[in-house]
C-alpha cells in the first residue's frame, strides 16, 4: 500500500500560533516550544519573514508584553520574548 502525503497549509500555522502567543495565559515554555517547531517548518518550506514583539495592548491584561518599547532601540525591554507575532511569505 502506498503511503499517500498529507499537507498542511503554513499560513494558517502561523495564523494560529500568532493568536496563540496572543491570546495565551500558559507559562512561557509552552510557547517557546510551538515558537520553535514554527520557525523550523517556516525556514524548511522557505516562508520565513521575521517577527516582532507584542506589545501591551495585543497581549492579555496582566501578562507580560513581548516589548516595552523605549525612547530608542538600546532602551527597548523584553519582558517575555514569547510574545512573538511571525511573518510568512503566504500570509
Not at 516562508?47 to 507580560?64: A, C, D, F, K, W
Request: net charge positive; hydrophobic share 30%; charged share 30%.
Amino acid at each position: 500500500m502506498a503511503k499517500s502525503r498529507k499537507t498542511f497549509d503554513v499560513a494558517e500555522l502561523v495564523k494560529t500560533v500568532n493568536r496563540k502567543n496572543s491570546l495565551s495565559t500558559c507559562d512561557p515554555k509552552l510557547r517557546e516550544g510551538w515558537n520553535a517547531l514554527l520557525v523550523d517548518i517556516l525556514h524548511e518550506t522557505n516562508n520565513y519573514m521575521g517577527y516582532t514583539h507584542l506589545t501591551r495592548s495585543e497581549v492579555p491584561y496582566g501578562q507580560l508584553a513581548g516589548i516595552i518599547r523605549g525612547d530608542s532601540i538600546e532602551t527597548n525591554t523584553f519582558p517575555d520574548e514569547t510574545r512573538r507575532k511571525y511573518y510568512c511569505r503566504k500570509v
